[in-house]
């Protein structure tokens, strides 16, 4: 007698999927640009919630964002700043074998100038979907944090059920909060070890590791290259590894 085993079938990258077009129909129906991150390959060790993408340094209008998303571009690779954040969570959180997932909490791209309009109400909109990314992505020993008070301010009021972790936004907004009082003098060391070579070197493996067409990784690259690792951004690299080295309290 042969018995059968039935073996349970991964479904992970058709739930994904389906939950993208969810999120798409809803950017769609805000009218807004919806902007896909790079696809987990399955799920992981650090989530990180953001805000909502914004319109003007990669699309200068919702015609050339549409054209540009459907060749293949994505969230989280085109800045600096952001940048920073794959950097030192790759440097400074990660252990050999761990993976992480940036996404925002709303997902249609939008001027600046326009994301604080209603954006309580949008974040109503969104948060069941931003609760399922969750629960998709998470094992049970995932960690969350939440990118900005505004993030953090959200989950605290709309009674999200699980921990998280704030972090500093990397915006240039937030960049008056980057330097850490009472550390200067391990920031001073800290800024002598750290390059914009060594951020170069890994915002090209974040590049790669993301999947998206040759022409925008290396665009991005071209645009990061071309900049400056400053001392605020060099705060900001500070202000990441000091959270990350408190451990998840």
């Known amino acids: 007698m042969t018995i059968k085993i039935e073996v349970p079938k991964n479904t992970f990258h058709t739930d994904y999927n389906n939950l993208t077009l969810r999120m798409a129909r809803l950017a769609e129906r805000d009218g807004d640009v919806f902007l896909p991150n790079p696809k987990p390959a399955s799920k992981v060790d650090y989530i990180f919630i953001a805000m909502e993408p914004s319109l003007g340094r990669w699309a200068k209008s919702k ?3 549409e054209a540009k998303v459907s060749r293949g571009f ?3 690779l085109d800045g600096y700043d952001t ?4 950097f030192c969570i790759r440097q400074y959180l990660l252990n050999p074998g761990e993976s992480y997932h940036i996404t925002d909490l709303s997902k249609g791209a939008m001027l600046v100038k326009w994301a604080g309009t209603e954006r309580k109400e949008r974040y109503n909109r969104w948060f069941g979907l931003l609760q399922e990314e ?3 992505l998470s094992k049970p020993t995932t960690l969350i944090f939440a990118v900005g008070t505004k993030v953090d301010n959200y989950l605290e009021r709309n009674g999200f059920d699980k921990l998280w972790k704030l ?3 990397y915006s240039t907004n937030a960049a008056s909060f980057r330097a850490i009082p009472g550390k200067e003098e391990e920031f001073e060391s800290f800024a002598n070890q750290v390059s914009h ?4 070197e890994v915002a090209q493996a974040v590049l790669k590791d993301a999947d998206i067409p040759k022409e925008f990784g290396e665009a991005a ?6 900049s400056s690792l400053t001392d605020s951004r060099k705060e900001l690299m500070f202000n990441y590894k000091s959270e990350f080295d408190a451990g998840y309290v």
């Open 167 to 169: 972090l500093l936004h």
């Open 83 to 86: 940048m920073i954040l794959h």
């Open 197 to 200: 070579d060594d951020f170069l």
């Open 74 to 76: 994505r969230n989280f």
């Open 134 to 136: 969750i629960e998709l």
């Open 221 to 226: 690259y071209r645009k990061m290259e071309r």
């Open 63 to 65: 015609e050339e964002a």
